[in-house]
């Protein structure tokens, strides 16, 4: 297998202990890590990953869309030109399309210097949010800044999920538009938890579309695939994990880990 896994620190919520990560993804089988760059904190998280033995791939700034709870949200990560100055020549930086296409971050991202990679993430549904995500890279490419993109398979699949068939026939409708990415260093984001809103519904995803889902990343050469886990109720979100849940949490983590095996997408 051509790809690293990398697992997020979503999924110890916003202000979960790193020691938490350790009982979901052990560094020994999953070192590799997609940070979150929580506002003002990103040296200590960064400090406390490393001592745990974990590997930062990437450094996820912000989403920089109108929806009101995102906003919130982004007020707590830090800001992208800041992101980029303080940490850009040491870790890859991934954004949201909607924030790479801000004026102030491709300037930003003009003027850095020796800045390692921006990944660039479709946040819109459908094939309109991937060819916005891919247009965006090629400007970041033209300028001369190093650039891959991020296809988040939720965010694709999310408006056609009414449906077993709508599920299905857009699964499939996926695949040539991932092949369509292949010109670029791609990576992909496969949500497994258990919010709803932005988690796959995995329950309803066959062996067989997954293992078609695995032989084009090899063909398109993906070269990481991230692992996140959003978690209900909101609480768990916040990083307020009851120790009671993690045997229940680290055993769906398993169950899904173990499928994902089986079907080609992790050894």
Known sequence: M???ILVSTDSIGMF????????????ERF???????????????????????????????????????????????TRTPSLMRRWGTAYDILIHTSEARKATVINAAKRATRIKRIWI?????????????RHTAQQYLHNGIPTGVVFDVFHYIRSY???????????????PLLIQLKPFALGIHFPIGTRVDDSLPLDRISDEMLKRFAGVCEYTGVERITLEYQHEPWKYRAGSIPSSAFPVIRTRIERITNRLIKNNLLV
């Open 2 to 4: 051509k790809w690293h």
């Open 161 to 175: 999920c009414e449906s077993d068939l709508l599920l299905r026939q857009s699964w499939e409708d996926m695949m």
């Open 31 to 77: 070192p590799y890590v997609e940070m979150i760059s929580w506002r003002g904190r990103e040296e200590s998280i960064i400090s406390q990953l490393t001592a745990h033995g974990y590997r930062i791939a990437h450094l996820h700034g912000r989403m920089g869309n109108d929806i009101p709870a995102m906003r919130l949200l982004d007020q707590l990560i």
């Open 121 to 133: 993430e479709n946040d819109e549904s459908g094939a309109d949010g991937v060819s916005r995500m």
């Open 16 to 27: 979960g202990d790193i020691k938490n990560l350790n009982k979901l993804w052990p560094p």
